[in-house]
């Protein structure tokens, strides 16, 4: 590997890459579990192999390894670092586990890039120990939800792992720091789109903007598909149904697989959770279940405590919604105390859906 970037700090150190093996052994041996995640990376980060193995996250399917080639971290970190006007000497805070690729990624833009990293315990509150303003950093939407009080601490965020509520949008209004949803996957080293969430002046685009040497097209579904030579050893077919704006904007409108054919109406999940987030409170999520006369029935799951009284508040609160068709009003209502998780924090659908209906 090349050498890191002579601007580049971990925790206020500077470290070469012999250096940073010694750091890196130092964290496995004594380190936190996290930090020992951190010096695992590191140390296959140095090997002299040209890939490296990660693990998906799991949200969208089986968590599964794959190969990513190291050449194609760096052009991504390059390329987030050039989008995001981020030079040698930015600090920056991590904040999320190495064992995935958000992780992961934070570590590569320092080295390559020159920044000045530190890391800190992630957890769901990740600035509640954080008592300097750094230049950047990266969290989940979670983190986010409960970060609102010391966002100041930062100038500029992404978000990736997940939708970022209408709710925790409209509290984000008035914050100075800048702040932009991602949209990627681990196959493409993280994000290769963005969009900003809090503009100044005028109201927030639902379309994400292309990185630099992405290009983007439809396939016959109205599916992504990715095109970046830099990042790709060739193009990815993905489930997630778009509007293409421009070349260099689209609209996520939700994933192919999730669309729900209820009597011959297709609904997208997605779509129907963003309208739904501007009443609801507490998490949740719309599927389906089997039926008889539709083929698929539009369900909606609560996190909750069971109670007749939520229920029945609940479907007056969607029956008197105007922004909902009349098919994407859920038919049933499930109350769950806790929904199943994947290993990274995000709702795991499928088994919450299984839990329940088995």
């Known amino acids: 590997m090349p050498e890191t970037h002579p601007e580049f700090r971990l925790n206020k150190s500077h470290f070469s890459n012999s250096d940073l093996k010694i750091i890196a052994k130092t964290y496995i041996e004594e380190g936190e579990p996290y930090e020992q995640q951190i010096g695992a990376f590191l140390l296959d980060w140095l090997r002299p192999s040209s890939s490296i193995e990660v693990h998906t996250s799991g949200s969208t399917g089986k968590p599964k390894k794959i190969r990513l080639t190291k050449e194609h971290m760096v052009n991504s970190a390059l390329a ?12 920056a805070l991590m904040c999320l586990p190495a064992e995935y690729i958000a992780g992961k990624m934070m570590l590569v833009r320092a080295m390559v890039s020159g920044w000045h990293l530190d890391t800190v315990l992630p957890s769901s509150i990740p600035l509640d120990q954080v008592f300097k303003v750094y230049d950047f950093s990266a969290m989940t939407p979670f983190q986010l939800d409960n970060s609102l009080a010391r966002l100041h601490l930062v100038k500029k965020l992404i978000i990736g792992g997940g939708a970022v509520s209408p709710r925790l949008r409209k509290m984000l209004k008035n914050t100075d720091c800048k702040l932009y949803e991602t949209y990627g996957m681990t196959e493409t080293c993280s994000h290769i789109a963005a969009r900003r ?3 100044k002046k005028k109201k927030a685009s639902r379309s994400f903007k292309l990185l630099p040497n992405v290009s983007i097209r439809q396939d016959d579904r109205g599916c992504l598909v990715i095109k970046a030579p830099k990042i790709l050893d060739e193009e990815i077919v993905t489930n997630d149904v778009v509007e293409i704006v421009t070349y260099k904007r689209f609209v996520w409108k939700g994933r192919y697989d999730n669309v729900i054919n209820s009597g011959g109406i297709k609904l997208f999940p997605e779509e129907i959770e963003r309208k739904l987030n501007k009443k609801l409170d507490h998490r949740f999520f719309v599927t389906s279940i089997p039926d008889d006369a539709l083929g698929e029935k539009l369900v ?17 609160t969607i029956e008197n919604m105007k922004s909902l068709g009349k098919y994407e009003k859920p038919r049933k209502i499930y109350l769950i ?22």
């Open 197 to 199: 969430l809090n503009p």
């Open 300 to 316: 909606l799951f609560v996190e909750d405590d069971f109670s007749e009284e939520t229920i029945d508040n609940l479907r007056e």
């Open 337 to 358: 105390e806790k929904f199943e998780e994947t290993p990274n924090g995000k709702i795991h659908r499928e088994n919450t859906l299984k839990s329940k209906i088995a």
């Open 80 to 91: 987030t670092a050039k989008f995001f006007e981020l030079p040698a000497g930015t600090t």
